[in-house]
């Protein structure tokens, strides 16, 4: 496989920090969190994740910051002095970008642990809030412990707060919902007005209770393909434009940070399981702090945890690029692929000539490729086309 030079200009940079305790842990999460107690040890984690940004500071060699991402866990499980301690020392220790998106996820029934007006006091300028569903039924299958109440008692306070860059996270393809209810889901969230939209499908991942016990009344695949082809056309005439599967925006809010990961750009990892990547003029590399939150702090209180580097291949470099370029409705940029991969753009071509004679992506003018309407139907399996060898 051809490999370029790396880019001289490295990719644009962010700082991810994971905040792993929830009150409750729902039966569909498989990411790295733990149910936890008013009394988890979050002064003393708080202390470790600092001391690990000494670590990361390092990592970044003065490189700017374009974001930062607070996710969980339930990031708003810590108070907003904790949260102002935190991007204080974030401020401290890197060069950031003078409009830095500095993003906090919360759940609507946690986000009262401190008025959202601490928060963005603190420095947190996006939020965004987990709503899941506006279904009392649905939010009780989905393990959720926030009312529909919650949710618009969340939003309202944090607009009042002076937050004018509020995501909300829906979920469709919910147990028992007719394409009719996940539609009003979709208008009910609009009535509140975000700036963006995360709507995604229920899947049943690995290592989550609805893996092993899948809940009753899920909808096919032919079923959830309607829904989403329904909520896609309802969401453009509400004025949302969509940039990525399953992310909407309005009035040009996209997310810097997300949109910085779909783009293979590098990012920073702080927190228990966070995971990293950093391109260097040598290669490009990941690294992953320790998942145990107990077990992490042991380790930065021992003096520091410098991960090892992983080298990531040229063949995985390429699958890298492309998962994620492929779910962006903007294409696939050539140019972008050889500066962020290193990698020759014949690499790329040959790899695309099968899903080509398939149909699945098309020519889309100068250097792009465009997935289809059958690859978005298929996008799993187009995505498969350039796994490596």
């Known amino acids: 496989m051809a490999v370029a030079p790396l880019s001289v200009m490295p990719p644009p940079l962010s700082l991810y920090v994971h905040l792993p305790w929830c009150v409750r842990k729902c039966p569909y ?21 600092i001391a690990d940004l000494d670590v990361e500071a390092e990592r970044a060699g003065g490189r700017e910051l374009i974001s930062v991402f607070l996710g969980g866990g339930t990031p708003s499980f810590f108070t907003p002095q904790h949260i102002g301690r935190l991007l204080d020392a974030v401020a401290e220790r890197f060069r950031t970008a003078d409009d830095i998106e500095i993003t906090m996820e919360a759940n609507p029934g946690t986000i009262e642990c401190g008025d959202p007006a601490g928060y963005r006091r603190a420095g947190v300028n996006r939020l965004s809030i987990g709503a899941q569903s506006f279904a009392p039924a649905a939010l009780k299958v989905l393990g959720r412990i926030h009312t529909v109440a919650d949710i618009e008692r969340s939003v309202s306070e944090a607009r009042a707060s002076g937050f004018d ?87 040009a809010r996209r997310s810097a940070h997300n949109m910085n990961y779909w783009s293979f750009g590098d990012y920073l990892a702080v927190g228990a399981g966070a995971h990293g990547k ?34 990531v291949s040229a063949a995985d470099r390429l699958f890298e690029f492309m998962l994620n370029a492929l779910r962006l409705t903007e294409g696939v940029d050539e140019a972008l692929f050889t500066a962020r991969t ?48």
């Open 278 to 311: 950093i391109t260097s003029p040598d290669g490009i590399w990941r690294y992953a702090k320790p998942a145990n939150p107990n077990q992490y702090m042991q380790c930065i209180e021992g003096g520091g945890y410098h991960a090892e580097l992983a080298p």
């Open 342 to 389: 290193g990698l020759a753009v014949e690499t790329l071509r040959e790899r695309l000539e099968k899903p080509l004679r398939k149909r699945l992506i098309a020519p889309a003018g100068g250097r792009f490729w465009r997935v289809t309407a059958l690859g978005r139907r298929f996008l799993n399996d187009l995505q498969a086309e350039f796994l490596p060898p």
């Open 29 to 49: 999460c498989d990411f790295n969190s733990y149910t936890a107690a008013s009394d988890a040890p979050r002064d003393r984690y708080l202390d470790a994740l």
């Open 165 to 251: 860059n509020i995501n909300i996270d829906l979920m469709y393809g919910l147990p028992a919902q007719s394409a009719a209810a996940a539609i009003l889901d979709i208008e009910q969230a609009v009535e509140l007005r975000p700036q963006h939209l995360s709507w995604y499908q229920l899947t049943l991942e690995p290592n989550t209770v609805f893996h092993a016990r899948p809940p009753a009344g899920l909808p096919d695949n032919d079923e959830a393909f309607e829904i989403q082809r329904l909520g896609e056309a309802r969401l453009a005439e509400f004025g949302y434009e969509q940039y990525e599967v399953s992310a909407y925006a309005r009035d």
